[in-house]
């Protein structure tokens, strides 16, 4: 196992370059600030954890990949993820590219969150398995707020065919005009969380 560094001074400029770099196993520690456009791709099984504070991931252009600031596998990797101290904002893309930019992209693997924050995209975490039943979301002491593109069709928390969908000690609150949790997980399981909504 290797810790790279992100930040000012540190080791890596910016996420993407600690993440290419990086191999099963690794820790990449995230100094507290804003990153702006880091968008970055996870085909291996890493750590990204904030340190000093909160690290916002923000998007002022759309996702390189036209999927999301963060997405987590592929069709030929799935990797275990964890992410912490994150704030994943801002992701966007033109209706005609599908209006469903997401803060966290999920394909493969296993996801963990602890201590995120997810707001202000057109999807807040949008999971897509490639393989239908299979692969574990957990999110754990985390935010999802204010989410979606207004069509209906986009949410705080969107979570397609994987096998397992956990969601412990969050808030998921005021998706805008979508679903603040929609889960069609083999199984799901919320536990000590908020949900709540008001008139959209």
């Keep these: 196992m290797t810790t790279l560094t992100v930040g000012a001074g540190l080791q890596f400029g910016t996420i993407a370059q600690a993440v290419a770099a990086s191999y099963d ?9 804003t990153y702006k456009n880091d968008f970055v791709q996870i085909n291996d099984s890493v750590t990204l954890c904030a340190v000093g504070g909160m690290a916002t991931i ?7 990949n036209l999927k999301g600031i963060i997405t987590v596998g592929d069709g030929s990797h799935a990797p275990d993820v964890t992410l912490e101290g994150l704030v994943l ?5 033109s209706a005609a590219e599908g209006n469903n930019a997401a803060g966290i992209r999920y394909q493969s693997g ?12 057109q999807d807040g975490l949008l999971a897509t398995p490639e393989v239908a039943n299979q692969g574990t979301i957990i999110v754990n002491a985390s935010t999802f707020a204010a989410n979606g593109a207004g069509d209906g ?4 928390l969107y979570i397609g065919h994987v096998a397992q969908f956990t969601f412990e000690d969050s808030v998921s609150t005021g998706a805008i005009l979508g679903h603040d949790i929609k889960s ?4 799901t399981a919320i536990l000590d969380s908020t949900i709540s909504d008001g008139p959209t």
């Design 184 to 187: 069609r997980a083999l199984n």
């Design 25 to 33: 196993g690794d820790v990449i520690l995230i100094e507290a600030g």
């Design 110 to 121: 296993t996801l963990t969150l602890d201590n995120d924050i997810v707001r202000g995209n």
């Design 58 to 64: 923000q998007a002022t252009v759309p996702p390189s």
């Design 89 to 93: 904002t801002g992701a966007t893309i």
């Design 153 to 156: 069709y986009s949410h705080n």
